[in-house]
Structures are given as C-alpha cells and as structure tokens.
C-alpha cells in the first residue's frame, strides 16, 4: 500500500518534471495538429467559417494530376538528394578520418560549413551561381567556348534530354528532375554532406583499430577493409542519416522558395510542401492544404515504418 | 470607345486651353515659417501680371529648391475669373548648421538670417591639428547671400582676426597673425552662372618678418547646374582671378572644372580637374593650392612651390544603405565609400616624368542630420588624415 | 536608483507620447525599398502636421504577403487600423465585411469622390459601396533602351505604335555575334509567374479585341480565337528569335538593365526607380497597340479596417484623405512614378513642372484613358497561375496556343463553377 502511494509520489515528481515540455509541445504540436486534421475536413479560406465536406479534399488531392506531379518532383529530389549525400559523405569521411594529417580542423570546418549556413543565404548564392546572364556558371562555360545554359528555367527532365539526342520521348515519370530541379538537388547535397561527413566521422571513430589489425593479419587488402568491416560498422549512421535525410528532404522547401519563388519553369520545382504552401497561403484553400499535408504526413510516416522494419535488420550494432 | 473619346477630350482640353494667356495676378506664399514672403517672391522672379509659363515656374522652383533655404517647394495655380494665383507651398529647412574648420575654428552657421536669406557665420578659433593645441586663437564671421533678399546680386562681407596660425613652407615653419577684411559684390546671370567681385585687406605679422598688409581684387565665376536630381551627368565650374595693388603686386588664378556620371545603381565617378597659377611676389597667405586644406592630400605641402600645379582628381563612389546594402536612391545612401585616385602636375618651366605625382586615398561620406562628414586617408609621399564637412 | 529612475522615465515618455498623440493608428503597407522612403516621409509629414494622431507605418512584404499576414491577424484579433491593400485584393476581405464601408465619409465631401480619376476609383467600388481610396495605381508601359535604338539606327524619340512596327523594330534590335549567337535581343514581354501572375500578358489579349473573361465572371474566354491568336503572336517573338525564350522575367530585367535586351513591359511605378538606376538612357511610352489600344491598370489602395473603434476611423479616414490629397499624390508620383490618382493633380501646374524635370513621367498619365482595370474575383491569385502556367507551356512548347489556352479556360471554369456553388 505504501509502496504504492510512494510509486504514485515518485510518478507526480516525474510528471511535474515534464509538464513544461508536455505543456509547450502540446500547445505548440498537438493542439495545432488536432486542428488541422479537423480542418482538412472541411473547405476554409481564413476568413469565413469552415464548411464540413467530409473526404472531399482527400479525394480532390490524390485525384489532382498537380498534387502527383508535386509527389514526382518530391521523389526526384529525395532520390537525387539522398544517395550523393550519403556516398560524398562517407567519401570526406574517410579522407579527414586520418588526424595526423596537417589541417585537418580546418578542413572539417570548411566541410561542415555548408550546414551552418543558412539555406536562404546559400540559395541566393545559388542563385547567383546560375544566373542566366551574370551566372559564374554560365561565364564559364563560356569561356570554354560551349554554348550558356538556362539552368533556371529549363523545364526538360534530363534524362529526357539525354535521349532527345536519339529522337526519343520518354513518359513523364521516366523523363527524370529538370535541370532547374537538378540545380536545387545540387544545393540540397552541398549542404547534407557536411553534415554526413561529420556524422560519419563520428561513426569512423568508433570503430576499433583491433578489426583493422585481425584484417591485415589475415592478409585483407584495403578494399576488403573497407567493404568487410568499415562499411557494415557504419550502417548504424547510414540508417541514421538515411532517416533524417528522407525526412528532411520530403519537407525541403526553403531553397525552392527563394531559386523559383514562381515554382520553376512549368512548375517543375513544385515540390508537395511548396504545393501545399501555394494552396494554403496563396490560394487559401486552407483544408485542401491541410490534407495534402496529412497525406504527407502519412506518407513519410510508412517510409519510416518502412525503413525500420526492413532496412534495421541489416544494420550491425557493435 | 465613347468613355475613351471623353476622356481624350478632357486631356487635350486640359493640355492646351489652360495657362494659354492668362496671366498670374498674386501669389500666396504657404509653409513659410522663418524666411519672408518678400525673398520667396523676389527668387520666384514674380512681376505682377506675368503670364503662366511653365519655363520659367520650373526655373523659380528649381531657384527656390537650390537656394538652400527650403526641403520641399510645391507649386498651384488657382484660378479666379479670367485669371490665376500662383500658390507656392513651401516647406523649410532647418536653418542652423555647425561650423568645424581648421582656420575658422568651431562655429555657427545659419542660412535664413532675419528671415532675408541670408547665410552669416561665426566662429571662434579655439584648436590647431597639428600640432594638438586647444588655446583661443581669435574669431571670425561673415555675411553673404548669393541671392540677396531673393534678388540676382550677390554679396559677402567677411572678418577675420586669428592669432598663432601655423605655417610651413620649403624654408622655415612659422606662427602668424593675420586680420582680412573682405568684401564684395556679384550678379547671377542665370540659375546656373553668376560671378562675384570683391576686395581683400590683409594685416599679417609672423614670427621672422615684418608686417605685410595686403590689397587685392578678385573676381569669381562660378557655374553650377540648378537642378542636378534625376541627371546621370552633369558639370559644374569654377574660375578665380586674383590681383594684389598697392605696395604688394601679385596676380593668383585657379581654375576646378567637375564632371559626375553615374555608372550604374547609385555608383558614380566624379572627374576633377584643379589648376593654381602664382605670378609675382604673392605673399605666402594669398598664393593658391589646391583643395580646402593647406595640405594637398596625400602630397608634402613643401612641394608646392611652384607657379603652375595641375590636379587630376577621379572619385569612384559606390553608395550604401544604412544597412551596407547597396543603395537604390539618393535618399537611402547612407555611406558612400569613395576610391580617390590623384595625378598632380607640379612645376612650371621644365616638366619631367618627375613632375607628375600620384596619391591615392580613401574615403568615406557619411550622411548625417547636420550636413556629409568625409573623413579621408591618402598615400602620396607621405600618408595624411583628413577630415572635411560640408 | 539608478534604474528606477530610469523606469520612471521611460514611462512618463510613454504617457507623453499617448498625451500628445491621443490616437495611434498602426499602418500595414507593401512599399519595399525603393519607395519606402517616400512612403516615411509623407507619413512622418502627416504626423508631424496632425498632432492628435500618429501612425506607424509597417512593411508587411509584397501584397500576397500582406493578404496571408491580414488573414492570420484577423483570426489571432491582432489587425492594423488602416492597410494598403492591391486594389485586386479587395475583395478578399469585403466578402467577410472586414472593411471599412467608407460610404459615410464620402456623402461627408461630395467633392471628394468626384476628383478621383473615373476609372481608378471604379477599382474600390464593390457592389456599390467604396471600400479603400486608390493610392499607388500603375499601369503597363513600354521601357526601351534609347541608347541601343540610338545604335541601331532608330529614332529613340519614336518607340513603336504598332505591334507590327514593335517587331520590325525588335528585329532590327537583335544583334547577333560572328558566331551566329544573339547578343542582344529586340523585345522581352516577359510576365509575371509570382505577385502580381500574368499581369503583362492582359493587355496582349486585350489588344488583340479578346477578353479574359465574360461580364459576369462565370466564364473564361481564353480559349476564344482573339486570346489564343495573342498567345501565338507572343509565342512567335520568341520563334522569330527577337525575344530571348529561355529566361525567367527576374533574368529578363537584369538583361534589359544590363543593356541586352532593348525593350519590355514594365510598370509605371518603377520609372523613377528605372531613372535613378539604369546605366542607359530610358525612354517610356504608351504600349504598342493593335485593334485595340488598352494598357493593365494595377496598383495599391489604402483601407481601413472594420473592427476599429469610430475614433479611431476618423482619424485613419484623415490619414488615408490626407495621403491621397493633390499635393501628396503628386509628390508620390514624382518619387516612384505611380499615378497621380486627383484629377486636380492632373491638371495642375506642379504636374507640368515634374514633367520638365523628368519628362519620361509624362507618358504614364496620357496612357490613364487607356488603362483597365484587372479582372478580379476571389480566387483571382489561382486563377492567375493557371493562365500563367498556361502561357509557359507555350512557350516551353509542350503544348500548342490553341490547347494551352482551351485546358487553362477548362481548369478556371471549375473554379468559378464552384465559387458560384459557394
């Protein structure tokens, strides 16, 4: 009996000391979360009083030919983003690894530089970049005597233009980001692989010198090294990353607003959280944005289950 | 098409039947809190009777905006009967502005005295640069108007009495005391081009040698464009002639013509040229260099010695926002950091390679309440601080 | 003691604020850099001249920012008093009653409606009622490079008339280098895809006798031939190689600033901007015109909101009177190039003397009979994007004038049938 009374003694304590974050994430989260699932039920334009129509907007989403080009171009920057984040990263990785080597802080720091900066300000820099007439890009590639490049308003996937050279039309799921989305992919890997290369730095770390020794005892060469015990050793912080990154990269939209506020040429760098603020927040069609975002939301959430369940079984923890 | 044809109408009715040949009968002067309705009407040139000519309004307004006196000048006209009235608001400037010079000292200066237009200054020499010393070293004050009471003349009349200036020259460096009394007349011609004539009494004892007193005449024309707003490019002028009588003979002259292009942005260079020509005996205070300072930026002043000088002067300014961004308009230039390349040609008979001189400086306007600090530092032979306001 | 002191300063400065100023009006306004200034000055000037009222005046971004930002503070009761709003905008907020019906204050000073420009004033009318005073009206001019006419052997005092005279001029604009590469371009009619969507491509249609929509706003005529015959005409300066057809309006303006490109529409409001800015000489005129002359009417609008306490009103009813009055609207006009929205500003002597000062002004107020209003509707910013979209996939040749234009006027039907259902 009295255990019990102290149990729930020691539990008070325990929710006392959690109240303010239950408080603030519940006000700021929760609440605004319940709401919104309330409104994606409804039609609302901020100004008059909400319309209850049922799954209307559920359906009007996933039957909209936009909302699936949006879901498109939000895969091809997922697909684009992820795999070169992830290869670049373990690639510094493994070159600053080595902390004899002079310089190394400084390196470390010029690579993690890209993360700290903020994305609006590396975006206009971008933007900067591949401008069509005062683009270094461009200038360059002038130099070089070829022909300057629209890199911010060509709406053709590159894929499509690589087999434009045989005459052949690709359908428009294989036809691949256009070049502008190219770009803003570009950016998206200029600033993840800093954070990659730290993340993996840290898991490189971790890893004991004594694998390393049994190996070259048994004759391994530096490849099989690096394939045999490096990589599977690091699959933690490749799970690790590959969570964050999908995430981070269903919900990119900063980069995007500011390279091509208008959305890019035909729209082609509409990516779904840049659909989903246009509808909100320029079209007001407030419940229709709220479901695109809980379809969203849904979707990163299966891609997340997913990955646990089937991705974390190939991970070795040491 | 109906509403388009009306409309047409009205324009056209508007362009051209108004202000045809009807004429001004009395103006109502609006804003004026400190300056006279007499000076506005005399620089409005209003004659009663005279006829609407926009010309000429547009010339007035311009005189009015340039004269110093006002921030804002907003013309009406209002009709009665057959004929107008001009209606002319104004909104003034704030009419006191500090004085921060090396000769004068620290002072006033006030553009609007009595409310007649007139600028006076006066100022008390309390300080010397180099080197520092805070003593109380005489006063000075003057009275001028390059409009008198709104009219084309001009005039000035200026007194100074300064004790212990600093002085150096090739051969020896020396304090002096010197009391000027200047006066004189002038007319503009125009809203650009005017000229001033007037005569100087010097009394200047130094340390190492007796009393000189000093009787010149000058004369000055000067041109300056009345309307610069809105101009990618414009020019204005300046020529000075002097000439010592009595028991000092002496002929000086100077010559500053500018030029200002806009780049692109705000971005601008400024183009200057000043020449300084010593005839004769011409006492160490009467002689001509250039700019404001005795000091020729970024140059030994030991080196101006000659008769004939020349200066190039290129001003590359890039103006920035109070926030360093890159400024749009004039109204958001906050700072102007300005690249200041010199040429000078110093020497008179034989001219060498040796005889052209560069210096480059940099400097920075700062837009202030009370008027444009320039702080400045040049390289020549020797680097040197300077420090202007205007 | 020191900070109490301090405390007790601070709090007798604010209580002489309030004592001085016994109405605070909070002013929510769109004017970014170039024309904030002039903005502040005329509202330091009201302050400084109407001691029984002081207004803040807020940047709040570009007009669809001030909508999504309006829209927020009504649901958080946090609004402004008074609001600059885009005359096409309006409406947005009238449909909930959430402005000011400035009926009243109109039968105060009869005189007052009568002197605003006809047709600038029809854009705050909604169903009868006047809803803001029009403040910062524009419209669509055509910009081009005297010096490059200069060089090409043009008249830079005689800009095209025609759309036929614009193409042979544009032609003769466009520089090619040895290689074959164009240099310079005659013509960019770039339009908008983001603030102010498909503002440029209005009067092309216009022009060519075609109407954006019916009366009634039930249905849109962009499919019809007049439309869809401008969309080919437009498509066909990009074919013809006079308009550089791979760039975005943002990249479009700096090359027309960079001297690459010789003319373009542009608004009124940036002229003087344009003056004080461009490395050439600038030259405005009317827009070339075809069947039909017309140029876009666009712009802000000044509103006071309805929540607001009758005191309050009056005096934001004094600010927004005083902002538009002959003299203000004047000196607006000659610091940012907007119109002058007074017909006694029109027609007065300072007008002249601007004029002579900055003559490329001059153009803008002769192009006023011309200038119509943009349609307007609720859900006006989709719309738009759809007929943006629709012109881009022309001019990126997915689709051909006459399918871009049928799907566009398919998808905004849906819309209006659905607003109609509302």
Not at chain 2, 17 to 40: D, E, L, M
Not at chain 2, 45 to 57: A, E, Q, S, W
Request: hydrophobic content about 45%; overall charge positive.
């Amino acid at each position: 009996m009295i255990s019990k009374r102290k149990k729930f003694r020691d539990s008070i304590k325990g929710y006392m000391f959690i109240s303010p974050t239950a408080l603030v994430i519940t006000v700021f989260v929760f609440f605004p979360l319940i709401y919104a699932f309330i409104m994606s039920f409804h039609t609302w334009n901020m100004s008059s009083a909400p319309i209850y129509v049922g799954l209307r907007n559920y359906t009007t989403a996933l039957k909209s030919v936009d909302f699936w080009n949006s879901m498109l171009y939000t895969f091809y920057y997922v697909l684009g983003v992820l795999p070169f984040s992830l290869v670049f990263g373990l690639f510094f990785a493994l070159l600053l690894r080595d902390n004899t080597m002079r310089g190394t802080g400084i390196y470390r720091v010029i690579y993690f530089m890209p993360v700290v900066t903020s994305p609006i300000a590396a975006a206009m820099g971008f933007n900067w970049i591949f401008e069509n007439q005062m683009g270094i890009a461009n200038h360059l590639l002038e130099k070089i005597g070829s022909q300057p490049v629209s890199w911010l308003s060509t709406p053709t996937g590159i894929l499509q233009m690589f087999f434009n050279n045989f005459n052949i039309a690709l359908p428009k799921v294989l036809q691949g980001p256009s070049l502008t989305m190219c770009v803003i992919i570009l950016l998206g890997i200029w600033q993840n692989v800093g954070y990659a290369t730290v993340v993996y730095l840290a898991g490189l770390q971790s890893i004991s010198d004594t694998y390393y020794e049994a190996a070259s005892l048994d004759g391994a060469t530096k490849w099989k090294k690096f394939w045999h015990i490096t990589l599977p050793l690091l699959s933690p912080s490749t799970f690790f990353l590959l969570i964050m990154f999908i995430i981070a990269s269903f919900q990119v939209f900063g980069p995007i607003q500011i390279m091509t506020p208008a959305g890019g040429p035909l729209n082609t760098t509409s990516v779904i959280v840049f659909y989903l603020y246009r509808q909100a927040f320029s079209y007001y069609n407030m419940g229709y944005a709220m479901a695109v975002a809980f379809l969203l939301m849904g979707f990163i959430l299966t891609m997340t289950i997913f990955q646990f369940r089937f991705l974390e079984r190939k991970v070795n923890y040491e | 098409m109906k509403k388009i044809i009306s409309y047409l109408a009205l324009i056209l009715l508007l362009s051209i039947s108004v202000f045809a040949v009807n004429s001004i009968v009395a103006v109502q002067i609006r804003g004026n809190t400190s300056t006279k309705k007499f000076v506005i009407l005399n620089l409005i040139g209003y004659t009663k009777g005279m006829k609407v000519n926009i010309d000429k309004l547009a010339m007035a307004q311009n005189i009015l905006m340039s004269s110093g006196l006002f921030s804002n000048v907003y013309m009406n006209l209002k009709a009665t009967n057959d004929n107008y009235v001009l209606i002319v608001s104004v909104e003034e400037k704030n009419h006191i502005s500090p004085i921060f010079d090396l000769e004068k000292g620290i002072g006033i200066r006030e553009n609007d005295l009595f409310g007649l237009g007139i600028e006076s200054e006066v100022s008390l020499r309390c300080f010397n640069l180099s080197p520092f010393k805070i003593f109380l070293g005489g006063y000075s004050f003057s009275l001028s108007s390059q409009r008198t009471f709104g009219t084309p003349f001009s005039f000035k009349v200026a007194f100074s009495d300064l004790k212990k200036m600093w002085w150096s020259d090739p051969w020896s460096e020396f304090y002096y005391d010197l009391t000027r009394t200047t006066a004189g007349i002038g007319y503009m011609l125009n809203g650009d081009l005017g000229f001033i004539v007037s005569y100087t009494h010097e009394d200047v004892s130094t340390s190492t040698t007796a009393q000189l007193s000093v009787n010149a005449i000058s004369l000055n024309i000067h041109d300056y464009p009345v309307q610069t707003e809105g101009k990618r490019t414009y020019t204005w002028w300046n020529l000075y002639l002097e000439r010592g009588f009595d028991n000092i003979k002496y002929t000086v002259g100077a010559v500053n013509a500018n030029l200002y292009h806009r780049i692109i942005g705000q971005i601008y260079y400024r183009l200057g040229v000043y020449g300084a020509l010593n005839l004769g005996d011409a006492p160490f205070t009467r002689k001509l260099y250039f700019g404001d300072t005795y000091n020729l930026k970024g140059y030994d002043s030991k080196e101006f010695d000659s008769h004939f000088m020349l200066l190039l002067e290129t001003r590359i300014g890039v103006p920035l926002t109070s926030s360093f961004g890159i400024s749009k308009s004039p109204e958001l230039s906050v700072y102007t950091p300005e690249l200041i390349p010199q040429l000078a040609l110093i020497g008179y008979k034989n001219i060498t390679l040796e005889s052209f001189k560069p210096s480059i400086g940099l400097g920075v306007k700062i837009n202030t309440p009370f008027g444009i600090f320039e702080p400045e530092v040049f390289y020549g032979k020797e680097l040197g601080f300077y420090f202007e306001m205007k | 003691m020191k900070r109490s002191c301090f405390v007790i300063f601070v709090t007798l400065l604010f209580v002489a604020t309030f004592m001085f100023a016994n109405v605070r009006l909070v002013f929510w306004h769109s004017m970014a850099d170039y024309q904030k200034p002039a903005l502040d000055k005329l509202v330091s000037e009201f302050n400084s001249t109407h001691p029984d009222i002081h207004v803040v005046a807020i940047y709040e971004g570009n007009y669809d920012q001030t909508v999504t930002k309006l829209k927020a503070a009504f649901l958080s009761k946090n609004t402004p008093d008074i609001v600059q709003l885009n005359i096409e905008h309006l409406r947005i907020f009238t449909a909930n009653r959430q402005l000011l019906d400035l009926s009243r204050f109109i039968s105060e000073t009869p005189s007052l409606k009568s002197d605003f420009v006809d047709s600038f004033w029809k854009t705050v009318v909604i169903n009868g009622k006047p809803y803001a005073l029009p403040f910062n009206i524009s419209c669509l001019m055509l910009f081009y490079n005297k010096d490059l006419f200069e060089k090409a052997g043009l008249d830079p005092n005689k800009p095209p008339r025609t759309w036929k005279e614009m193409e042979e001029m544009a032609k003769k604009l466009t520089v090619h280098a040895p290689n074959g590469r164009t240099i310079q371009y005659g013509l960019f009619w770039g339009v908008s895809g983001e603030d102010t969507a498909f503002y440029q491509f209005e009067p092309l249609i216009w022009q060519n006798g075609g109407k954006i929509f019916n009366s009634s706003m039930t249905k849109c005529l962009v499919d019809q031939p007049q439309a869809v015959g401008a969309l080919k005409r437009w498509k066909s300066w990009f074919d013809k190689g006079i308009s550089p057809a791979n760039m975005t309006l943002q990249e479009g303006i700096q090359a027309f600033m960079m001297g690459k490109i010789a003319m373009g529409p542009m608004t009124s409001g940036g002229i003087r901007y344009a003056l004080d800015n461009l490395p050439w000489d600038l030259g405005v005129a009317m827009l070339p015109s075809h069947k039909a002359t017309v140029t876009t009417l666009g712009g802000g609008s000044l509103a006071i909101l309805s929540n607001i306490s009758p005191e309050k009103q009056e005096a934001a009813w004094e600010f927004i009177k005083w902002m538009t009055n002959t003299k203000n609207t004047l000196y607006w006009y000659e610091n940012t190039g907007y119109l002058p929205v007074r017909k006694s500003a029109l027609n007065s002597l300072q007008i002249r003397l601007i004029w002579k000062k900055f003559p490329q002004l001059k153009p803008a107020v002769e192009a006023i009979p011309y200038a119509r209003p943009r349609p307007v509707n609720v859900d006006i910013i989709e719309i738009r994007h759809i007929l943006f979209n629709a012109i881009e996939e022309v001019r990126h040749r997915v689709k051909t004038p006459e399918k871009a234009f049928k799907d566009a006027a398919k998808k905004v039907d849906k819309i209006l049938e659905l607003e109609g259902s509302k």
